[in-house]
């Protein structure tokens, strides 16, 4: 069971719960308390995704500099050669 499955889960019980009215008080406070838990490790998985991604597009960058960096001396000695 992936984690925002877990999360649709119990908000959708402690919905269902609040729905019932009267007993489920604690159980849906702690339906809800379960979820937020969920949720912050579903936020904390996506910053670290966004970091990641952050470190991989930079990581392209610099490799595309040196790339781009080759390619005008190459352009610079054809000019040359051919003039």
């Not at 966004?50 to 005008?72: F, I, P, S």
Request: glycine share 10%; net charge negative.
């Amino acid at each position: 069971e992936t984690l925002t499955e877990t999360l649709r889960g119990k908000l959708a019980a402690a919905m269902a719960r609040k729905a019932d009215g009267a007993a489920g008080g604690s159980d849906a406070a702690e339906l809800v308390a379960g979820s937020g838990l969920a949720l912050l490790e579903l936020k904390q998985l996506n910053r670290r995704v966004w970091e990641l991604v952050g470190e991989y597009k930079e990581g392209t960058q610099r490799a595309n500099a040196g790339v781009d960096a080759a390619e005008l001396k190459l352009q610079n000695l054809q000019y040359e050669k051919n003039h």
